[in-house]
């Protein structure tokens, strides 16, 4: 099984700021097969990014992704009050597929 | 635009079989573009891939539930089902269906087409196992 790893658990930032969230699988991916997912609370999730950096229909283009191998990152160039929320990585090159345990970023 | 909806008990007896059903509108689950899914979040918890059915009845499933779940689909009802045996506290969670787009990967130069990134997911439905 795949382990993805995300860092930091959570993010304190102000609106406006740039938030750099992190991804290390444990083993190599052989492509770009990871996807991030934002979740608001009592919301279903949301994908915004697939295969790495395609961004997902109609997620603004300050959702950014990135990586390759076993390192990957998400990057929201300015916050927006809506995108503090939490934010899942997936891997879906092998299975069974696998999550990341999150990343909380919240107002600071 | 596609929407997915799950239904089911609220509540399961520890040892008994949970049984979930989602139905898809906006869109036929018997395609062979998609992949269709069930995804659990225990409460404050993160995400657990469950399973995937594909068309013409294929599944894969998460060796940690070790055989307890079957995914099916009743194509005239445009409806994914989730059974999952002999449930115990641990199985308490969110369960949410959801479509992912299907897509070649490769593997130690095999390619084969595969479930990848989930794009619809339905809004969920809790489930609490409890005596």
């Known amino acids: 099984e795949i382990v993805l790893t995300q860092s930091p658990g959570t993010l304190s930032l102000s609106p406006g700021e740039r938030a750099t969230l992190s991804c290390t699988t444990s083993?190599?991916?052989?492509?770009?097969?990871l996807a991030w997912y934002q979740q608001k609370a009592g919301q279903a999730p949301r994908l915004l990014i697939y295969d790495a950096s395609t961004r997902a229909t109609g997620i603004p283009d300050r959702f950014r992704g990135s990586g390759s191998g076993s390192d990957f990152t998400l990057t929201i160039t300015r916050l927006e009050p809506e995108d503090f929320a939490v934010y899942y990585c997936?891997?879906?090159?092998?299975?069974?597929?696998?999550f990341g345990q999150g990343t909380k970023v919240e107002i600071k | 635009q596609m929407e997915m909806q799950e239904s089911g008990p609220g509540l399961a007896k520890p040892s008994e079989t949970l049984s979930l059903t989602c139905t898809v509108s906006g869109g036929s689950i018997n395609t062979r573009s998609y992949y269709w899914g069930w995804i659990r979040q225990p409460p404050g918890k993160g995400l657990e891939w469950i399973g995937n059915y594909y068309f013409g009845g294929s599944t894969d499933y998460n060796p940690s539930l070790m055989g307890r779940v079957t995914i099916s689909a009743d194509t005239s009802k445009n409806q994914l089902s989730l059974s999952l045996n002999y449930v115990t506290d641990t199985d308490t969670a969110t369960y949410y269906c959801?479509?992912?787009?299907?897509?070649?990967?490769?593997?130690?130069?095999?390619?084969?087409?595969?479930?990848?990134?989930?794009?619809?997911w339905g809004k969920g439905t809790p489930v609490i196992v409890s005596s």
């Open positions: 959801v479509r992912a787009k299907g897509c070649y990967v490769e593997y130690l130069g095999v390619v084969t087409l595969s479930a990848c990134h989930m794009d619809v």
């Open positions: 083993q190599r991916l052989v492509s770009t097969y």
């Open positions: 997936h891997q879906y090159g092998r299975s069974p597929r696998t």
